[in-house]
């Protein structure tokens, strides 16, 4: 049913071709948007190169401006965005040098960012995915380095009351190593969905084996399986957000077009999955007017948002879309 959401545009990153990849979260009330990366002069098919950005963004209200915030350390891309009460969170990376560990908390208050570092992650680790269960970070999955063949099975959690002590390594879920997974937050669990694993080409280059598969963490009783998405959904913005007691699977490449020209793409589904954990089933909730994957969905002022993507691959995108629950006629 699509009239279970409202979506509206925001004021546009400012950027030509917006990025993918980007930290986003809330701090000191603003929305924040940090690195990413884009091919600002060529396509990749025609021969351009990736570059990644430590531009920091704040938007404080959302009929305001974006304003310049700051720099990261390094230009990043492609980790996790966890926002705290203390701002920020940025777990794990990509740059044009490759994987990091670094993890570090953005906050951004009367007019200035600060950088804190946290402990690092056990590996350089990118295309992870993660959330806050209460005080504890959980990362699940990604790849230790950029031309990886095989995903890592690996769950680890951070306890911000004791961050001091550094990153835990916990029992990963009972199914496959995986990239690219949506993470979500609801019920006192932390659940994983979809995503994908990674095989060798008989070029030796990495080829995507998609998942449709989903589990579900909960502390002190660990992982059990549950219902299979309807579709696969690959690059979600994540963590997922929670309406009404469901967990929402936005979009998100379903390999649908994988051997699609990129020049023909169409663009990824737009439909919204929506995840029940008590009745432990989906349902398709709604469309979106958007095709944004590699992204965050940030809660903010009442709101979900999803601040760029990618819209087709290698091709980038500076909108901004939010909505709100529609209100009863």
């Not at 917006?18 to 002069?41: K, T, Y």
């Not at 998942?211 to 009783?221: H, I, K, V």
């Not at 999803?306 to 529609?326: D, K, L, M, N, Y």
């Amino acid at each position: 049913m699509t009239s279970s959401f409202r979506w509206n545009p925001l004021p546009p990153i400012p950027d030509r071709e917006g990025f993918a990849g980007s930290f986003a979260g809330v701090s000191g009330g603003a929305l924040v948007v940090a690195g990413g990366a884009n091919f600002p002069d060529k396509r990749p098919w025609e021969g351009g190169t990736k570059v990644w950005y430590d531009s920091v963004f704040a938007l404080e209200t959302p009929d305001g401006a974006w304003r310049l915030a700051g720099k990261l350390p390094h230009p990043l891309g492609y980790g996790v965005s966890v926002t705290t009460k203390d701002g920020l969170v940025c777990i794990g990376s990509s740059s044009a040098q490759g994987h990091h560990a670094d993890v570090f908390l953005l906050s951004w208050r009367d007019g200035k960012l600060t950088t804190t570092s946290l402990p690092p992650l056990p590996r350089p680790c990118a295309n992870m995915c993660g959330a806050l269960l209460g005080r504890t970070i959980y990362v699940a999955g990604g790849i230790a380095t950029p031309d990886a063949t095989t995903v890592l099975k690996t769950f680890w959690a951070l306890d911000l009351g004791n961050a001091g002590a550094g990153w835990r390594e916990l029992e990963p879920w009972p199914g496959r190593g995986r990239m690219l997974a949506t993470a979500g937050v609801c019920e006192g669990s932390f659940f994983l969905f979809s995503g994908a694993a990674l095989g060798a080409g008989a070029d030796g280059k990495p080829v995507r084996e998609w998942l449709r598969d989903a589990y579900r963490y909960t502390p002190g009783q660990g992982w059990h399986r549950v219902a299979d998405l309807p579709r696969v959904s690959v690059a979600a913005p994540s963590p997922a957000s929670v309406l009404n007691g469901r967990l929402l699977v936005i979009g998100g490449d379903d390999g649908a077009q994988v051997n699609t020209p990129p020049t023909a793409h169409k663009g990824f589904p737009r439909d919204v999955l929506a995840y029940d954990p008590k009745g432990d089933a989906w349902k398709v909730s709604g469309q979106v007017p958007f095709s944004l994957v590699t992204t965050t969905a940030v809660e903010w002022n009442g709101r979900v948002v999803i601040p760029g993507g990618e819209a087709r691959p290698g091709v980038r995108s500076p909108e901004v879309w939010t909505f709100q629950p529609a209100r009863p006629h």
